[in-house]
């Protein structure tokens, strides 16, 4: 087991981003110390929250490149609700951030469900939608700080045992998703649905509606992480998280979740998303421009997918030599 | 149904009918219905410099939606090609900064969306990776290549000949870009549709094992669809970096989407296999109408990215909600 562990896709992750922080800290010491490090943690947050529902997605053979969409609208309605009702409880907003989110989320669902809708289609075409709702309700305005309530702001940033919350919702998350992925049926039923559709209808297991559950999933991390988003930086418009659809992604495929289905794991995305975190929060120490960022991302994409079909096309060439052993 | 009883149908369709039932017939009248509320909505619409003018909210697009359509229809996707054209303009913004004259800066685009279409062509057929994940790979490195260049900076200072590709007019209110845009239709459809190479196409996008083992060179033919595609965004970016006269790195931003709601409108198979040139070109004009019409009754540019939007999931949910309907019915 420990041998698997050595050879899998997490362990040459972790190995390739503790190398990384390895190389910055030589040069800036600074980088390594414990509190800049939760910083970077805090920092990959929500990027984190939203892999885990992409992962759970692109498990199950489809895309969801709505999310980035869904975050800033929700955050919008979230942030409109609190210049209305000021004195509502953190509560109340967490839970009608995540119902409105996983409402978003249920609509790609359905679409993808029943009217059979390739997913990258529908969240292409939602993701558009969801831009332009945030306008026609906000009327293209900014809701900035001094409208919303002193408690909304503060929530993510109130520390607990050191960490903001923000980090701690991130940890829960990566907690229940693991949960859900190893020990419930519905974790299973994810990834049979991606390994093979047909022998998952032959199972027992429909296979539209575990689709559906994933965008469900995903929508109501997107809300989630819309409120946490909107009250961290304490301002609200149609563009925020522009482009972010993009990032969750490439953390997804970084962290060896397969594009083809079924095969992903809570690990995985949690150190793609600390991967490309880890990049982010040291461009500018190292003194480079953020616009490399996106470059960045983008060939971080393209030699992870290409990594993955070598392991893939590797797996494949064994289970051949074993077999021709076995006769 | 009793396997052995068969649907017989009484008479054969006629080659007149089966155009009346058309996907493109349809198309034709919410085009023709489009263009007669926006003559009612706005009294400026019936003018020929205003459609004119109106020509040239898709008439980029389309181009690139051409190859898009042939590249679809083979079962591949390429979401790059907004950042291709951003990637060929500050290629042409560096050049002009270097003195070059307008052949050059023709040359140098054209090569430049050649070689990222290439790029992309490589670890498509080559590396046998799928299409969407390389060229949302792709479309992140690009754009991003655009940005370590130009920053928050821009080019400007074209010469002044090269504004023809993007404000020039050929004869009357016929612009360069729209005669650009009938030529390359032409040019697609006869490709498509009168050529081996056109069958080929269909045969991969239904199935490419099948096509394989029929003689024809799946590989290769992919190769030569992702660089048409390379080059028709390069040609696009030639005519937009014209008609705005400068480059940004956000130049461009979020046409993948409007092209491929223009090819999926068109009445291409998103999955492959099925499609036609004229399909694509009515849509075109379908949501140039669109766009313009919304903009003569002063609709800002995002609430027409809903209509886009909707536009793009209504067209493929209708058919389906239609026959679930039926479905229900018999």
């Known amino acids: ?327 | 149904m009793n396997p052995t009883e068969r649907f017989i149908p009484d008479r054969l369709t006629t080659p007149m009918q089966r155009l009346l039932k058309s996907w493109e017939t349809l198309l034709l009248l919410v085009a023709v219905g489009i263009f007669t509320m926006n003559s009612f909505a706005s009294p400026y619409f019936l003018d020929a410099w205003n459609l004119s003018d109106a020509t040239f909210n898709f008439t980029e697009k389309a181009m690139i939606a051409f190859a898009m359509a042939l590249l679809i229809i083979s079962g591949e996707i390429d979401l790059s090609v907004a950042s291709i054209i951003a990637l060929t303009s500050t290629a042409m913004g560096a050049a002009v900064q270097y003195g070059a004259g307008t052949t050059d800066i023709v040359l140098i685009g054209l090569l430049v969306g050649l070689l990222c279409g290439a790029f992309n062509a490589v670890l498509v057929t080559i590396m046998g990776l799928p299409s969407i994940v390389v060229t949302i790979g792709t479309m992140s490195l690009f754009r991003g290549i655009s940005y370590i260049v130009l920053g928050d900076q821009a080019y400007r200072g074209y010469p002044a000949d090269f504004a023809f590709f993007g404000q020039g007019y050929v004869w009357w209110v016929f612009s360069f870009e729209i005669v650009l845009f009938v030529i390359f239709a032409i040019i697609y459809g006869v490709v498509l549709h009168k050529t081996n190479f056109g069958r080929a196409i269909y045969a991969i996008g239904n199935n490419a094992t099948a096509a394989q083992f029929s003689g024809i060179r799946v590989q290769r033919v992919k190769f030569i669809l992702f660089l048409l595609t390379g080059l028709m965004a390069g040609i696009a970016a030639i005519c937009l970096t014209s008609r705005l006269g400068s480059t940004r790195p956000s130049i461009a931003v979020g046409w993948e989407l409007e092209v491929v709601t223009m090819v999926v409108l068109g009445g291409v198979n998103i999955l492959g296999g099925s499609g036609s040139i004229p399909g694509v070109v009515i849509a075109a004009f379908v949501m140039g109408l669109v766009t313009f019409g919304l903009g003569l009754l002063n609709v800002p540019g995002i609430v027409m990215s809903i209509f886009i939007g909707l536009l793009l999931i209504g067209v493929i949910a209708l058919p389906r909600l239609l026959t679930m309907i039926a479905a229900r019915r018999a």
């Open chain 1, 1 to 327: 087991m420990i041998r698997n562990f050595l050879i899998s896709r997490e362990a040459i992750l972790l190995l390739v981003i503790l190398v990384l922080v390895g190389i910055i800290s030589t040069r800036f010491p600074g980088f390594i110390v414990p509190a800049n490090l939760a910083n970077v943690f805090n920092d990959t947050s929500p990027l984190i929250i939203l892999a885990l529902g992409q992962m759970v997605v692109i498990v199950t053979r489809c895309i969801d490149l709505s999310v980035a969409a869904n975050l800033a609208l929700t955050g919008m309605v979230v942030a409109m609700i609190n210049t209305m009702a000021p004195d509502l409880p953190i509560v109340v907003i967490l839970m009608v951030a995540m119902v409105f989110g996983a409402v978003l989320g249920a609509v790609n669902g359905i679409l993808v469900w029943k009217f059979e809708i390739p997913p990258i289609v529908v969240t292409l075409g939602t993701m558009t939608i969801f831009r332009g709702l945030i306008f026609l309700i906000s009327d293209g305005k900014w809701i900035n700080a001094h409208e919303m309530s002193p408690n909304f702001t503060a929530f993510p940033r109130a520390q607990i045992l050191g960490l903001p919350v923000l980090s701690w919702i991130a940890i829960g998350a990566v907690v229940i998703f693991f949960i859900l992925i190893t020990r419930t049926a519905l974790g299973r039923a994810f990834f049979a649905v991606g390994g093979n559709p047909h022998a998952a209808v032959y199972t027992g297991i429909n296979v539209g509606r575990t689709r559906f559950f994933a965008f469900v999933l995903s929508g109501a991390l997107a809300g989630l992480t819309g409120y946490l988003w909107v009250a961290r930086y304490a301002v609200a418009y149609v563009d925020i998280a522009g482009g972010f659809e993009l990032e969750v992604v490439a953390a997804c495929v970084i962290g060896g979740v397969s594009i083809a289905g079924g095969i992903g794991s809570v690990g995985g995305a949690l150190l793609g998303a600390l991967f490309l975190g880890v990049v982010k929060n040291a461009l500018p120490v190292v003194n480079i421009s953020p616009f490399w960022q996106l470059a960045i991302s983008g060939s971080a994409i393209i030699i992870a997918i290409a990594m993955n079909a070598r392991a893939n096309r590797r797996k494949g060439r064994f289970i051949l030599k074993q077999a021709e052993q076995s006769t």
